[in-house]
């Protein structure tokens, strides 16, 4: 499809090792995309045919962590897309390999099958709405090889001027021990932060962020216990840490909801 040579990049997950607090943790590629009403499934079936096989191997190579294909079920006033693929990478060394294979995998189609996989993405994405992000994962704890879930939910946040080393910390500090609780509980199957890798990224309609912190979970019930953790973990001490740092009255949510995880993760490095 249309230059997926990084469209098929988080949202969100890295799916291999132990839970590990990093200071330049993985890369996620995230892309963005409008579908045309109706043709989801349509935009769907050209990824698991055209894309997936390639993702699969190189995951399976360990070039990718993770990569997946999610839709929000969320909907706030001037969201531009309704579909992103994610793919999860040790660094930039391993975004070149995974963009140069899927490069050539491109080139090496035959005309007929290159000509039909630009017409079926033409007829299931709106033109001109792709998008990209690129994030750094400040911190990723993930689930054993086989963790089963079927959503995110991810918190979008804005540090203050000055205190983004800060407002990582205190996510560190305070929201760390909460999720490997819940974690061990069986609420969370992953929960990570993500910075900007590359810095001024807006969503459409210029949201700003600084800090996505991001839930993988079982089921929607989950949403009330991370609720009600989040509540009990703000003390007076915390409360006063997050005004200090971040601007909360910028602070919005979506629950997206997967709609294809990838192949085998592969053995911890």
């Not at 400040?138 to 689930?143: C, D, E, G, K, L």
Request: proline share 6%; with cysteine.
């Amino acid at each position: 499809m249309k230059a997926r040579a990084l469209a098929g990049a988080v949202l969100c997950v890295a799916v291999a090792g132990p839970a590990v607090a990093q200071t330049a943790g993985p890369i996620t590629w995230v892309a963005y995309s409008l579908g045309k009403p109706g043709k989801t499934e349509d935009w769907l079936k050209t990824i698991m045919k055209h894309d997936a096989p390639l993702y699969d191997k190189l995951q399976s190579a360990g070039t990718i962590r993770s990569w997946g294909v999610a839709t929000p079920i969320n909907h706030r006033p001037g969201m531009k897309w309704n579909l992103l693929t994610w793919a999860t990478l040790d660094d930039w060394g391993a975004v070149e390999k995974w963009a140069g294979a899927a490069m050539q995998a491109m080139q090496a189609r035959p005309a007929a099958e290159a000509k039909a996989v630009q017409a079926a993405a033409e007829a299931s994405e709106e033109t001109r709405t792709h998008f990209d992000e690129v994030v750094r994962n400040a911190y990723v704890s993930t689930p054993a090889p086989g963790t089963k879930f079927a959503y995110f939910f991810v918190g979008h946040y804005v540090a203050r001027p000055g205190q983004d080393a800060a407002a990582t910390q205190l996510y560190k500090d305070a929201v760390v021990p909460m999720g490997e609780k819940l974690m061990a509980e069986g609420v969370v199957a992953g929960f990570g932060l993500h910075v900007q890798e590359l810095h001024g990224q807006f969503q459409p309609g210029g949201t700003v962020w600084t800090h996505r912190v991001w839930w993988a979970v079982p089921s929607l019930a989950s949403i009330d216990r991370i609720k009600a953790a989040q509540a009990s973990m703000m003390t007076a001490e915390n409360l006063k840490r997050s005004a200090e740092v971040f601007d909360m009255a910028t602070h919005w949510d979506d629950v997206l909801m997967i709609l294809h995880l990838g192949g085998t993760p592969p053995a911890t490095k």
